[in-house]
């Protein structure tokens, strides 16, 4: 099994591009036991999205889906944003309408590597 290539970053590290659209990484400035187990709190929260969603439990979907927001929000992903420069939040904007669209379409137009 060949493992996918990882996630488009931008230059400065703020955001993955999936599909064309920009996600807020992760914050930088976690240490590594606190950014583990945050991860660790989001793949649990999201293993209970799932149970919920098979199980057509309402309550236990709405718990789920809060206790994803809260991991997101701890690793930086949502909420507030982790950089200090002032610079605007483009989460969850398509590249192409972004200050990202001129270096993402020179990725488009460069020659494939060899």
Do not use: I
């Amino acid at each position: 099994m060949t493992r996918a290539a990882p996630p488009l970053k931008t230059p400065d590290g703020r955001y993955l591009v999936v599909r064309g659209r920009l996600w807020r990484s992760t914050n930088p400035h976690l240490d590594e036991p606190a950014r583990q187990r945050l991860v660790s709190a989001l793949m649990d929260a999201r293993r209970a999205v799932k149970a919920a969603l098979a199980a057509d439990d309402a309550k236990a979907l709405a718990h789920a889906r809060q206790q994803v927001d809260a991991a997101k929000r701890g690793l930086g992903e949502r909420g507030p944003v982790w950089w200090t420069d002032g610079a605007p939040d483009y989460n969850r904007h398509l590249v192409g309408n972004s200050p990202y669209a001129a270096w993402f379409a020179a990725l488009a137009d460069a020659p494939p590597m060899t």
